[in-house]
């Protein structure tokens, strides 16, 4: 264990038989037992004990059973460095530190093309490995002790996410409800002038079927505003554009906030 502080300034602490290793990247320890059995302090005092006596037996070879517990057997047929191969069986533990997208890793036991592909297989164990490695590395990341308190986390986020999708749709249809009112308060303002020249004119039935879709229209957004506000008070156009920006500004806001849960 000296050895990963001297090397690595990975502190190792013993707590009732019990190991946590503290990187010096990282503000909190990392259990033995969310890392599995390969990290308890009887399996890594093993495989250095093991290396160490391969390694000294071995002087020009370096070919363990299993240097490092996260890396698969290639197949290659080149001898590592001895030096490099004793160090790396020490350090299984830049997994905590990888950050990438996490995926389902591949079932080689049932995937045909890796039963036909030997070098497939390989790249799929590196690949899975991989995985888990970042999967080990997430959990730790955000803390995640235990599968309740996963779970817990979990539906806290699910909880949030369905607020978030709420306040989204109701940001989103007010944005719907005021571009109607903009199109109908455009409306009536632009064909307002039409109607009022009717209405003094003698002969409304003709000047009413010469311009019946500006009347239409004017009388249609005149219906619509007026059942919208019943004291008569129609908003001006600036400032229904104003409150539209607003809502836009809004809605990206809680889009955005949708999007992270």
């Known amino acids: 264990m000296l050895q990963m502080q001297e090397k690595y300034h990975i502190s190792v602490t013993d707590k009732r038989g019990r190991l946590s290793y503290l990187h010096p990247d990282r503000a909190k320890n990392i259990s033995e037992r969310a890392l599995g059995t390969d990290y308890t302090g009887e399996a890594v005092q093993q495989r250095i004990l093991e290396n160490t006596q391969h390694k000294e037996t071995h002087p020009l070879s370096f070919s363990a059973r299993d240097p490092n ?3 698969p057997d290639t197949g290659s047929s080149v001898i ?3 030096a490099l191969a004793y160090e790396d069986a020490l350090r299984p533990y830049t997994i905590f530190f990888v950050k990438s ?3 389902l890793v591949v079932d080689l036991q049932n ?8 070098s497939y297989k390989r790249k799929v164990k590196i690949s899975n490995l991989k995985q888990m490695a970042d999967t080990v590395a997430y959990v730790q990341e955000h803390g995640y002790d235990d599968r309740e308190h996963l779970q817990a986390e979990y539906d806290s986020a699910s909880e949030k996410l369905a607020d978030a999708r709420r306040s989204l749709k109701d940001t989103e249809q007010k944005m719907k409800d005021l571009n109607e009112q903009l199109h109908h308060t455009g409306q009536y303002l632009s064909n307002k002038k039409i109607y009022a020249q009717m209405l003094p004119t003698k002969n409304k039935k003709a000047f009413r079927q010469e311009h019946s879709e500006e009347i239409a229209k004017y009388e249609e957004s005149r219906k619509f505003l007026k ?7 129609i908003p001006s156009l600036k400032s229904l554009y104003a409150d539209r920006e607003k809502l836009q500004i809004q809605k990206s806001a809680k889009s955005d906030t949708y999007h992270y849960f």
């Not at 995937?111 to 030997?118: D, E, G």
């Open 111 to 118: 995937c045909v093309k890796a039963q036909q592909s030997q």
């Open 69 to 71: 517990p996260l890396l």
């Open 227 to 233: 059942e919208l506000h019943p004291d008569g008070k």
């Open 101 to 103: 997208e996490l995926r």
């Open 80 to 82: 590592p460095d001895p």
